[in-house]
């Protein structure tokens, strides 16, 4: 992650709570739009991606990163 990221993206997808404290800190003023990924999740019981290569659970976060990118994708076309 480089600060410039900020500027040239319009999301940036954090996966869990030390992901997205690190991501606001480096923000300044860019437009960039910083989305906790369980955020677009709030049925689900864990509110981070868990890290596969501790849990390996790949299944799991493939299920979980699967419904949330459609998530996030319906949210993109409705903002636009």
Same mark, same amino acid.
């Given at each position: 992650?480089?600060?410039?990221?900020?500027?040239?993206?319009?999301?940036i997808i954090c996966?869990?709570?030390?992901?997205?404290?690190?991501?606001?800190?480096?923000?300044?003023? +860019?437009?960039?739009?910083? /989305?906790?990924?369980?955020?677009?999740?709030?049925?689900? *019981?864990?509110? #981070?991606?868990?890290?596969?290569?501790?849990?390996?659970?790949?299944? +799991?976060?493939?299920?979980? /990163?699967?419904?949330?990118?459609?998530?996030?994708?319906? *949210?993109?076309? #409705?903002?636009?």
């Amino acid at each position: 992650m480089i600060e410039e990221d900020f500027v040239n993206f319009d999301y940036i997808i954090c996966m869990d709570d030390s992901n997205e404290l690190n991501l606001r800190k480096l923000r300044g003023a +860019e437009n960039a739009k910083i /989305i906790k990924f369980m955020d677009l999740l709030p049925d689900e *019981q864990v509110r #981070e991606v868990p890290d596969p290569y501790y849990t390996g659970n790949f299944d +799991e976060v493939y299920r979980l /990163i699967d419904l949330g990118t459609e998530v996030l994708l319906k *949210q993109i076309i #409705e903002e636009n």
